[in-house]
C-alpha cells in the first residue's frame, strides 16, 4: 500500500502516525457491506475498493478538508480468493491516491460476510470546517459533480443488464454505479469560496439536502429546471422502459401526480428526474454559498435556502422516496 | 456519547474534528466479530464494548500516545435489541472515558454477524512515537499490566463455569477475558522514560516480542524467574485439572517436554506459565528500555534484548503454541 505525503509511520507498527499540519484531523468512518452495498456479481474487487473508499473520502471533502490517510479493516470468508483481496487492495490504494492519501493502517478478520470498514483522515488546512449547519436564507444552493448517474446504472444492473452488453453512454452510467468519483477537490474549494454549508450526497440528493434544512434551520428549494438531467440519464429510462413492458407509460394506469408536473409519471423523463433527486452513492458534494459567491463552473446552481423548514422541488413537497435504500 | 476534550466536532456531521495538538495524529483500528473474538452468551454488550474500545486503544498508548478520539463502525443483525446496542455504546464510552478518549464518529449497517471496527485516535505531545524497531542489545525488557489472566479467564468459561459460579479470586479472571484493563497512560509513561521500543500484549507475550525482536533485528529473552505467575492463574489452572480427567497429569503420558523445564508438563504451574507466555488479549504493554534505566514499579523488568534473533525463554526456544487463536 502506498503511503501518503503526510504519513509518517506507515502500515506495519501498532498505529500509524500522519502528520496534522494544522492542529487538528478530521475523521469519518464507514461500512461496506456485501450484499447490502455491492454484490461480488456485479463489482470486481477492484470496484468494491474505490467504491468503500470514495464513501469515507468524499466525507472528508464534505467538511471542505483535504484527505490525508485511510485505514482499513476487512472482514470477509476464509473461502475468499486472494487474488479478490489483491484486487480490492488495489481499488483501495488507487481511490485514496486520487484523493491524495496514503493507506496508512487495517486490521482483517475472518467473518462470514465481506465487510470493510474504511476510516478516512483529513487535514483542514487552518479553515474552519464546513458543518451542515451553516446554511442561511438566501443562500446559493449549488452542486459538484454527478448525480443519478449512480441510480441510473443500477437499475440498468438490476434489469440485468452488463456494461459489456450496453452501448458506451450506458456502459458509463454502470461504471458510475460501481466506481462512483466523487470530485474530492471541491471540497476544500467550496470552503475557500465561502461555503456555509456542506454534505456530500451518499442517501440522495433530497434526503442529503434535508439533513442541511434541519442541521440550518432553514429549508432548501430545489429548481428542478436548473438540474442537469443528462441525455444519458433520459437514454437509459427509456431503455429500461422499452425493456419492461410491465412498467408504467402514458398510456397506461399513471401514479398519482409527483412534483414537479413537468414530465409525465412514468415517463423517461419523469425517470431520470426521480434518479437525479433521490438517487444516492455517486457522493457530489452540494453546498450552500452566500449570494452573490461567484462559482467556478463545475459549481452548478440548483436552489437557495429560504426561512422555513424541509426541501421543496419547485416551491412544492416531493412526492414519493426521498431517501436511497441502496438495493436491498 | 460523550466528546472528549480536544473534540471540535463530534458525530452528527459528515466527519469529526478533533485537535491534534503537535501536528500529527496516531491512528489504528481493529475488528472485533462476533463468534470469533467475543461471544454473545458469554459477554453482555457492555463487556463487548469496553472490549472492542480496548483493543484500538491500546494501540495507541502502545505508540507512546495519549488517546484522543474513537470512531466506532458497528453491522449487526436487524433482530439485535437496542437494548444489547445501547450497552454497547455504554461500554465503549466507559472505556473510552477511562483512556481520556471522547467518541467523534460511527456507522451503523444491517450485517448477518456482530461486527465492530474501532479506529483510534491519539496524539504524541511532540514526541517521537515508540515503534517496534528501536530496541537494541542489552535493553532491558519490561511489561506493564496483566499477562495470562485473560487466557485463564477464557479457560473457565470454555470449560463451562461462569463468573457466577467462581470464587472472587477466579471470577475476576473471567472479568479480565471479558472487559480487558490496559494500563493506557503507561504508554506515554514508557515514552518519557526513554523506551526504545514498545507493542500491546494482544497475540500472546512470546508472539508480540517476535515482533519487536523482528523489527528491531534483535533476540529477546524473557526470564521466566522473573515473569509473575500470580497464585490465581495456578488456582484457575488447578481447578481445571481437577475438574477434567482427561486432562494430562503428571502420572499420565506427558507431552514432550517444553521449556522452562522447571514446572512438570500438565501442572498447574505449567499450565499457568503458559497463559502468561502465549496468552493474548489482557493487552499489557511491553517495552524496551535502555539499560540502567530507572523504572517505576509497575514496569516489571522480564528479560533484557540481545544481539541475535527470536524470543527465548531462560536461554532456550519455546516450545509450543507462541500465538494466541482467540477461540476458535
Redesign the interface.
Known amino acids: 500500500m502506498p503511503a501518503g505525503p503526510l504519513t509518517?509511520?506507515g502500515i506495519?507498527?501498532?498505529?500509524?502516525?500522519?502528520?496534522?499540519?494544522s492542529?487538528?484531523?478530521?475523521?469519518?468512518?464507514?461500512?461496506l457491506?456485501e450484499g447490502?452495498?455491492f454484490r461480488r456479481d456485479w463489482s470486481a474487487a477492484y470496484d468494491v475498493g474505490v467504491k468503500a473508499a470514495a464513501r469515507s473520502l468524499a466525507?472528508?471533502a464534505?467538511?471542505g478538508?483535504v484527505n490525508t490517510?485511510l485505514?482499513?479493516?476487512l472482514?470477509a470468508p476464509g473461502t475468499l480468493p486472494a487474488r479478490w483481496a489483491a484486487g480490492l487492495a488495489d481499488g483501495i490504494a488507487a481511490e485514496a491516491a486520487r484523493a491524495g492519501a496514503g493507506v496508512?493502517?487495517?486490521?482483517?478478520?475472518?467473518?462470514?460476510?465481506v465487510?470493510l470498514?474504511v476510516?478516512?483522515?483529513?487535514d483542514?488546512a487552518g479553515r474552519r470546517?464546513v458543518?451542515?449547519?451553516g446554511a442561511r436564507p438566501g443562500d446559493l444552493v449549488a452542486v459538484a459533480g454527478p448525480l443519478g448517474r449512480s441510480a441510473a446504472g443500477l437499475a440498468l444492473l438490476s434489469a440485468g443488464l452488463s456494461a459489456r452488453q450496453l452501448p458506451p453512454v450506458l456502459a458509463a452510467l454502470v461504471a458510475a454505479h460501481l466506481r462512483p468519483a466523487p470530485p474530492y477537490d471541491a471540497g476544500p474549494e467550496a470552503a475557500l469560496l465561502g461555503a456555509t454549508a456542506?454534505?456530500?450526497v451518499s442517501d440522495g440528493l433530497l434526503a442529503d439536502l434535508g439533513h442541511v434544512a434541519a442541521?440550518s434551520g432553514v429549508l432548501v428549494d430545489v429548481d428542478s429546471a436548473r438540474l442537469a438531467v443528462g441525455g444519458p440519464l433520459r437514454e437509459a429510462a427509456a431503455s429500461l422502459a422499452a425493456a419492461d413492458p410491465a412498467a408504467p407509460t402514458e398510456a397506461g394506469n399513471p401514479p398519482p401526480p409527483v412534483s414537479p408536473a413537468a414530465f409525465p409519471a412514468g415517463s423517461p423523463e419523469a425517470t431520470a428526474l426521480d434518479w437525479v433527486l433521490t438517487g444516492g452513492e455517486d457522493h457530489a458534494l452540494v453546498a450552500a454559498f452566500p449570494p452573490g459567491t461567484a462559482l467556478p463552473a463545475r459549481w452548478q446552481v440548483i436552489g437557495e435556502a429560504r426561512a422555513g423548514a424541509g426541501v421543496t422541488v419547485d416551491g412544492l413537497p416531493h412526492q414519493g422516496p426521498a431517501g436511497w435504500e441502496h438495493f436491498r
Chains 1, 2 share one sequence.
Open positions: 509518517s509511520v506495519g507498527d501498532d498505529a500509524a502516525v500522519v502528520t496534522a499540519p492542529g487538528s484531523v478530521v475523521a469519518a468512518v464507514d461500512l457491506i447490502r452495498h466525507d472528508i464534505a467538511m478538508a490517510a485505514l482499513v479493516a472482514a496508512v493502517g487495517g486490521d482483517t478478520a475472518r467473518g462470514d460476510e465487510i470498514s476510516t478516512a483522515l483529513g483542514l470546517p458543518l451542515r449547519s456542506m454534505i456530500d442541521a
